[in-house]
């Protein structure tokens, strides 16, 4: 499928395109023969925008945001903090520091868990490893935890089963 630039209303349009939904306009529905172009199609539409934001402190692609911002005004008076977005560069130094002298290997066992470069849902700016009182999460049971797994799927958010502080798009 080909969509022209000028064949669909900016923005809004190309979110109903990438949706599958037929905007106002001289777009046409298409339909896809292949289900691996139509799953292509779909995780372009979940991509990252790839503006980085801050909301309070956290560096985040600006697609999550606004649920972050949520996240983090609904917890007061408790302080929610987190490190989001991280370099390619952050990225390497971590798993080097955490297990691998080569950051790209998948083989390497780490502890804690830390993403091989170009895999790490941080470097998406699309994670965040949250922090409750100034205390990194580290318990299920712990009260921050509590709160986000009230409140976090509600604005896209998964956590990460081995990592109680890591929630991100895809639980990743």
């Not at 106002?24 to 799953?39: E, I, L, P, T, Y």
């Amino acid at each position: 499928m080909f969509v022209g630039v000028r064949d669909v209303p900016p923005v809004g349009g190309l979110k109903d395109v990438l949706r599958g939904t037929v905007p106002a306009g001289r777009a046409s529905r298409q339909s896809f023969v292949s289900s691996a172009v139509a799953g292509a199609v779909a995780v372009i539409g979940a991509a990252a925008a790839g503006n980085m934001v801050s909301v309070y402190g956290i560096k985040v692609d600006a697609s999550i945001a606004p649920g972050v911002k949520k996240l983090v005004e609904g917890a007061l008076p408790n302080l929610l903090t987190g490190g989001g977005y991280r370099s390619r560069e952050a990225q390497a130094d971590l798993r080097k520091a955490h297990c691998c002298t080569n950051p790209s290997s998948s083989t390497c066992s780490c502890g804690p868990p830390t993403a091989p470069v170009g895999e790490s849902m941080h470097e998406k700016g699309l994670a965040i490893d949250f922090s409750w009182n100034g205390q990194l999460i580290r318990s299920r049971t712990s009260a921050g935890f509590r709160y986000l797994a009230e409140n976090a799927p509600d604005v896209g958010l998964r956590n990460l089963p081995s990592e109680p502080w890591h929630w991100s798009t895809n639980g990743r």
